[in-house]
């Protein structure tokens, strides 16, 4: 090969990865929770976190949730999540269900859809955990408390 080549081979390899570290949400919709080193958590502006229901034992919250992956992940760079959490106030445990949930590739095409899950216990650490900790928290700052 020659010189020509072996460039032309290294600039088309870069340029995808390039485009696929720049995905950024849209400000306008999405406010920034937190990030991990594999994936950063952002919290929908249009739709505030509501809450279902509370009694002396549960608060049920629900909201919408963007996973942003740092590299792609089975060709998924983005999810938006609507979800649904019931919180034990007792024991912190998470019942945690999507209400809806939507792959997107790097050029915002949908790769996979699914709606109105089963309700699943969410164990600490999980990323389903850091998602009903970013609606618990956006809920409490946006109630004042």
């Known amino acids: 090969m020659n010189k020509r080549t072996i460039a032309l081979l290294l600039a088309l390899s870069i340029i995808p990865t390039l485009s696929l570290a720049n995905y950024e949400p849209d400000a306008n919709q999405w406010q920034w929770y937190e990030s991990t080193p594999r994936v950063g958590y952002f919290i929908s502006k249009q739709s505030p976190v509501i809450k279902v229901s509370e009694t002396a034992d549960t608060l049920t919250l629900r909201g919408y949730v963007q996973t942003v992956y740092a ?28 209400i809806s949930l939507i792959d997107y590739d790097e050029n915002r095409n949908i790769v996979a859809s699914g709606s109105n899950f089963k309700p699943v216990i969410m164990p600490p650490g999980t990323l389903g955990w850091r998602v009903s900790q970013a609606l618990l928290d956006s809920y409490n700052a946006q109630s004042g408390q």
């Open 71 to 98: 590299a792609p992940k089975e060709g998924v760079k983005f999810t938006t999540r609507g979800v649904q959490v019931v919180y034990n106030k007792a024991t912190g445990e998470r019942l945690y269900q999507h």
